[in-house]
């Protein structure tokens, strides 16, 4: 199984079917995929028929590939899967930055890789700043990243309940489900 796999098997235990609910700027949804998004990608039918398959296409097409997460998985699988979660609720830019942010703070002054442009864009420059850190800093590396990455995720979930009062219908199962 790969890392996209697994991923995409979390992704869809955590959204589960399709789902309508009246405080989602998202609208109609089915396995997490919004009506906008599966339209973009090209599905026509109803959301509550929207195919697996259409939805782990449109996840690795939409979320995955664009981030480079398997030459992150390369380097982690489980902070691939982090980032994965993160562009998935927040988009992908979000999950970008985030990563780009832990790097920079992590390079000990730029001693073990320069520090990078947060752009939202995991490129070359990215993958390979993150395949030096965990080089050099293993597995308590590994942890450090999933902590901080968490950290923000959390931190975001709260900024968006107090910003928007309709998501509060949603933060405690963000923060329940992934922080």
């Given at each position: 199984m790969t890392?996209?796999?697994?991923?995409?098997?979390?992704?869809?235990?955590?959204y589960?079917?399709s789902s309508?609910?009246?405080a989602?700027?998202?609208?109609?949804?089915?396995?997490?995929?919004?009506e906008?998004?599966?339209?973009?990608?090209?599905?026509t039918?109803?959301?509550?028929d929207?195919?697996?398959?259409?939805?782990?296409?449109?996840?690795?097409r939409?979320?995955?590939?664009?981030?480079?997460?398997?030459g992150?998985?390369?380097?982690?699988?489980?902070?691939a899967?982090?980032?994965?979660?993160i562009?998935?609720?927040?988009g992908?830019?979000?999950?970008?930055?985030?990563?780009?942010r832990?790097?920079?703070?992590?390079?000990?002054?730029?001693?073990?890789?320069?520090?990078?442009?947060v752009?939202?864009?995991i490129?070359?420059?990215?993958?390979?700043?993150f395949?030096?850190?965990?080089?050099?800093r293993?597995?308590?590396?590994?942890?450090a990243?999933?902590?901080?990455?968490?950290?923000l995720?959390?931190?975001?979930y709260?900024?968006?309940?107090?910003?928007?009062?309709?998501?509060?219908?949603?933060?405690?199962?963000?923060?329940?489900?992934?922080?």
């Open positions: 890392a996209f796999d697994k991923a995409f098997e979390v992704t869809v235990s955590l589960g079917g309508n609910h009246a989602d700027r998202g609208g109609a949804t089915n396995y997490g995929i919004t906008a998004v599966a339209r973009e990608n090209g599905y039918g109803a959301m509550g929207l195919p697996l398959e259409k939805a782990k296409e449109i996840y690795q939409r979320y995955w590939s664009p981030l480079r997460l398997d992150v998985a390369g380097a982690s699988e489980p902070i899967l982090k980032l994965f979660d562009a998935v609720n927040m992908g830019g979000t999950a970008a930055q985030f990563l780009q832990v790097l920079n703070v992590l390079n000990r002054q730029q001693a073990d890789y320069p520090d990078m442009t752009d939202g864009a490129g070359p420059k990215t993958v390979s700043a395949t030096t850190f965990m080089t050099k293993t597995a308590e590396g590994e942890m990243v999933l902590k901080a990455l968490t950290s995720q959390g931190a975001r709260i900024e968006l309940a107090e910003n928007r009062e309709q998501n509060e219908a949603f933060v405690f199962g963000w923060l329940v489900n992934r922080v």
